[in-house]
């Protein structure tokens, strides 16, 4: 069966810092991969997404990057850290192509506080 | 541009009763996905129910049912028979027509369900 797995699940860093967070799928193989953040008590906003290695899609103008070294793994960074970088992100893996209704499928998420 | 409401912030149940959870959207494409993700407190997205927008019939999984009028635009989300486990953060989404499957998500609801 998938799973996917991010890490570390709480972070505290403070303004200026670098940033990195992982994610890795398992048991399956070319999947689409996504960043959100929800902000406290919002819904989710798409950072990035990517449908291959390489292969990067940024939503939103931001302090944050991604990067997809390889196929079942998804990296977000930062330089330095903003205060408006805090919040919850959220790592997601759907099934490439049409053979799926494209749900995506959660990592357990990454709380971040800039201090 | 395709988007999401939800209007309720908050909801209340009281235990072995049904809820519904609202969700409208707007889009012009003919072609659509419709889901709903459960939030716990822990953070994880969970993966509830899945409605296309040619499918004939309502989406039913269990206890979760999503009450699809196309016409209206709507996408409400019913809870049969609600447990204290219910209580959670619910998101409605739709994807974007695409190869990546982009899920864009509503503001969210909050259900709380009461002995």
């Known amino acids: 069966s998938q799973t996917i797995h991010q890490w570390p699940a709480t972070l505290v860093q403070p303004v200026g810092s670098p940033l990195s967070l992982e994610c890795t799928v398992e048991?399956?193989?070319?999947?689409?991969l996504y960043w959100y953040r929800q902000a406290a008590g919002r819904g989710l906003q798409l950072l990035f997404y990517?449908?291959?290695?390489?292969?990067i899609s940024s939503e939103v103008p931001q302090n944050l990057s991604a990067s997809r070294p390889q196929d079942r793994q998804f990296i977000l960074s930062s330089k330095k850290l903003l205060l408006s970088d805090s919040g919850f992100y959220l790592c997601?893996?759907?099934?490439?192509?049409?053979?799926?209704?494209?749900?995506?499928?959660f990592g357990e998420g990454s709380r971040l506080t800039v201090l | 541009a395709q988007k999401i409401t939800q209007t309720q912030p908050g909801m209340f149940v009281q235990e072995k009763e049904a809820v519904t959870l609202d969700c409208t959207y707007d889009?012009?494409?003919?072609?659509?996905?419709l889901f709903w993700y459960k939030q716990p407190s822990s953070g994880e997205m969970i993966f509830l129910i899945y409605?296309?927008?040619?499918?004939?019939q309502n989406a039913t999984e269990g206890r979760y049912s999503l009450n699809f009028q196309k016409a209206r635009k709507s996408a409400n989300l019913v809870i049969s028979a609600s447990q204290l486990g219910d209580s959670a953060m619910y998101f409605c989404?739709?994807?974007?027509?695409?190869?990546?499957?982009?899920?864009?998500f509503g503001t969210g609801t909050r259900l709380q369900v009461f002995p």
């Open positions: 048991g399956t193989s070319n999947p689409n």
């Open positions: 409605q296309g927008s040619y499918d004939q």
């Open positions: 990517s449908v291959g290695i390489g292969q």
């Open positions: 889009t012009s494409d003919p072609s659509y996905g």
């Open positions: 989404a739709m994807r974007e027509r695409g190869n990546t499957d982009k899920l864009i």
């Open positions: 997601a893996w759907s099934v490439s192509g049409r053979a799926s209704a494209g749900e995506l499928f």
